[in-house]
């Protein structure tokens, strides 16, 4: 069974320039989480969609993160203008279904580096 | 308010010893799942052990048990027989029934260095 795919695994950026991470859960997962990790931190959980609906946003910076999960398969984190501060691995998850007993499975994560 | 803690930022452990990591969670739902991850310097989330809210038995997945304390809220991973490939950062995670909005959270985590 493939795992979580995501890509880039590193980018680095000036500040106030743009970046995208691309992700593909494992095939029949329903639920998709987009994490964030910055060095030394536990995730904290930035958006969470089931199928192709959010879920929940309450952490997500929308002024300049937004994401989305067109077909409720793969999904796309977008950061536009980047600060310094969002420099951070960004981790995405995905679960067969939100039940309390489903553990997440996690890609290898995007480590990002913003100049 | 911190739905995890994990008190320890960081802990020491002499090879083949056992080691206590502390978690405590705050929920008022009844029906929940509480998880533990390790994440060595690779990176990558690797799933350890689960214990759901209604589980009467501790969790144990070979030499990890999961000390489930209900009324405390608390449940610490206990890691027997230390190797020196335990050494990475560990985080308790809570799954919420019902709470459909911060449905999957972490603690800020423990590393955990076990010396040779």
């Known amino acids: 069974e493939a795992g979580v795919a995501q890509s880039p695994r590193y980018k680095i950026i000036e500040k106030r320039q743009s970046v995208a991470f691309w992700c593909n859960p494992i095939?029949?997962?329903?639920?998709l989480y987009w994490y964030q990790q910055i060095l030394g931190q536990g995730p904290k959980l930035l958006i969470q969609?089931?199928?192709?609906?959010?879920?929940?946003d309450s952490q997500l910076p929308k002024d300049r993160f937004s994401a989305e999960r067109l077909k409720g398969v793969d999904s796309t984190l977008k950061i536009q203008p980047a600060k310094l501060e969002d420099s951070a691995v960004y981790l995405c998850?995905?679960?067969?279904?939100?039940?309390?007993?489903?553990?997440?499975?996690f890609g290898s994560g995007t480590q990002l580096s913003v100049l | 308010a911190q739905k995890i803690t994990q008190t320890q930022p960081g802990m020491f452990v002499q090879e083949k010893e056992a080691v206590t990591l502390d978690c405590t969670y705050d929920?008022?739902?009844?029906?929940?799942?509480l998880f533990w991850y390790k994440q060595p310097s690779s990176g990558e989330m690797i799933f350890l052990i689960y214990?759901?809210?209604?589980?009467?038995q501790n969790a144990t997945e070979g030499r990890y048990s999961l000390n489930f304390q209900k009324a405390r809220k608390s449940a610490n991973l206990v890691i027997s027989a230390s190797q020196l490939g335990d050494s990475a950062m560990y985080f308790c995670?809570?799954?919420?029934?019902?709470?459909?909005?911060?449905?999957?959270?972490f603690g800020p985590g423990t590393r955990l260095s076990v010396l040779p």
């Open positions: 995670a809570m799954r919420e029934a019902y709470n459909y909005g911060q449905n999957f959270v």
């Open positions: 929920t008022s739902d009844q029906s929940y799942g």
């Open positions: 214990q759901g809210s209604y589980d009467e």
């Open positions: 969609f089931q199928n192709n609906g959010v879920v929940d």
């Open positions: 095939s029949g997962h329903a639920t």
């Open positions: 998850a995905s679960s067969l279904r939100r039940d309390r007993n489903e553990k997440l499975f």
